[in-house]
């Protein structure tokens, strides 16, 4: 039911789009979010956004960096991610949430997408 994409290979400093498709509900009044695992490492925030844009909020490893935005006309979320490091590096996943701010912890969210993997070079 959430899909993302746009992940791939860019060197630091780059910058890449992720989009995150969603089909068969629609999530217009959910909080959505994006989540990312890097290897061996635990699942964790990136950015959230709630159904109208007004409530968002942000990692602080990626603030001034990333930016969450929704398209609810076209049930779609996107995270423009531009001074890319290599730590960014991981496998990206959006999520959905029943909750009317924004929120950042992975419980509370309760559909998952299959990730997009964005590497970045050195």
């Known amino acids: 039911q959430l899909q993302a994409s746009g992940g791939g290979l860019v060197q630091a400093g780059g910058s890449l789009r992720l989009s995150c498709a969603a089909s068969?509900?629609?999530?217009?009044?959910?909080?959505m979010g994006w989540f990312r695992q890097a290897p061996g490492k635990e699942r964790e925030f990136v950015a959230a956004i709630s159904w109208n844009g007004g409530s968002i909020r942000y990692a602080d490893s990626v603030k001034g960096r990333f930016t969450i935005s929704r398209d609810n006309a076209k049930n779609m979320v996107y995270l423009q991610m531009n001074s890319l490091k290599p730590e960014d590096t991981a496998v990206y996943y959006c999520a959905a949430a029943r909750r009317i701010v924004a929120v950042t912890t992975s419980y509370e969210y309760d559909y998952w997408g299959q990730g997009t993997q964005v590497t970045v070079s050195s």
């Open positions: 068969g509900r629609t999530f217009t009044s959910y909080v």
